[in-house]
T-cell receptor
Framework: GAVVSQHPSWVICKSGTSVKIECRSL??????MFWYRQFPKQSLMLMAT?????????EQGVEKDKFLINHASLTLSTLTVTSAHPEDSSFYIC???????????FGSGTRLTVV | QKEVEQNSGPLSVPEGAIASLNCTYS??????FFWYRQYSGKSPELIMS????GDKEDGRFTAQLNKASQYVSLLIRDSQPSDSATYLC???????????FGTGTRLTIIP
């Protein structure tokens, strides 16, 4: 089946620092990947669509300068939360379309805590 | 009107009974429909995908799609406590790569 690996699974960082989250498609190529954020007891919120070799498309209200997305290859997309603040603490999840039979596969998520 | 609507629940079902989860969508151009299960603190995992009108069965799960009425449902037979989770309905529209998610239905199976 299709596997999306996300790393790290959890991270604690100090306010003002930056954190990078990696998302890899292990057994398929992903031209497009998606980044979501989920606050406790809330639904998934799409942050941006990551396109290999081009700029990401951000959803309304998401700061592109704060959430830097790089999709340098067909198997790797990264999300960097710059100058993190406590309000950025959340569960960040990536996903990729992995074919008709598998739909969209999600990574295991990264729980970010900013202290 | 939200693009994808689900009853947030919680929905409580006795163990062994059938759990019925419903979802409606607003865009008639939607072409692909997915049900995801999300346990607390975990990321969503795909349960079923359905693309054509009618029923699609996979083990204890049956997805039902009615494009004329713009609804998609998920039935879980012989419900188990391990089925307790939030179920997310997701819809993909023609010409759009993104999935649009409902807010999810929290299901609790009572032993």
């Amino acid at each position: 089946g299709a596997v999306v690996s996300q790393h790290p699974s959890w991270v604690i960082c100090k306010s003002g620092t930056s954190v990078k989250i990696e998302c890899r498609s292990l057994d398929f190529q992903a031209t497009t990947m998606f980044w979501y954020r989920q606050f406790p007891k809330q639904s998934l919120m799409l942050m941006a669509t990551s396109n290999e070799g081009s700029k990401a498309t951000y959803e309304q209200g998401v700061e592109k300068d704060k959430f830097l997305i790089n999709h340098a290859s067909l198997t790797l997309s990264t999300l960097t939360v710059t100058s993190a603040h406590p309000e950025d603490s959340s569960f960040y999840i990536c996903s990729a379309e992995s074919g008709r039979d598998y739909g969209y596969t999600f990574g295991s998520g990264t729980r970010l805590t900013v202290v | 009107q939200k693009e994808v609507e689900q009853n947030s629940g919680p929905l409580s079902v006795p163990e062994g009974a059938i759990a019925s989860l419903n979802c409606t969508y607003s865009d008639r151009g939607s072409q692909s429909f997915f049900w995801y299960r999300q346990y607390s603190g975990k990321s969503p995992e795909l349960i079923m995908s359905i693309y054509s009108n009618g029923d699609k069965e996979d083990g204890r799960f049956t997805a039902q799609l009615n494009k004329a009425s713009q609804y998609v449902s998920l039935l879980i037979r012989d419900s188990q406590p391990s089925d307790s989770a939030t179920y997310l309905c997701a819809v993909k529209q023609v010409g759009n790569e993104k999935l649009t998610f409902g807010t999810g239905t929290r299901l609790t199976i009572i032993p």
